[in-house]
């Protein structure tokens, strides 16, 4: 335990159903105006990606920091060609980034 901050809080919770998506699957971020606050880049809202790596449970950002409460989501990372996200990018360009599952659909 930290002296100055109290205890380390860490965001990992138990599964308590299994994950939507699997490594290797094609997914596409949601896209438009949400009602809540929201972690997903707008650079990313719409565009597909793959599951590159499934991170497990956590706290779920977008509704903690809006005192939503926890409501634990899977979180992956999620891979990008660069010129999905931008037209003139480098051939061979990726870009990940960690999405929430409610971030995310069946491409």
């Not at 438009?32 to 793959?50: C, D, E, I």
């Not at 599951?51 to 409501?71: C, K, L, P, Y």
């Not at 990372?77 to 069946?106: H, N």
Request: hydrophobic residues 35%; contains cysteine.
């Amino acid at each position: 335990m930290c002296r100055c901050c109290g205890p380390t809080v860490r965001p990992e919770r138990l599964a308590t159903e299994g994950p939507r998506f699997a490594v290797g699957q094609r997914v596409r971020t949601i896209s438009g105006p949400t009602s809540h606050h929201t972690r997903l880049p707008r650079y990313a809202q719409g565009k597909p990606a793959v599951i590159e790596r499934m991170h497990g449970m956590h706290v779920f950002a977008d509704a903690n920091a809006s005192a939503h409460g926890e409501q634990p989501q899977w979180l992956y990372t999620v891979v990008f060609r660069g010129t999905q996200l931008w037209p003139d990018a480098e051939p061979g360009l990726t870009v990940s980034i960690d999405a929430w599952e409610p971030s995310l659909e069946a491409a």
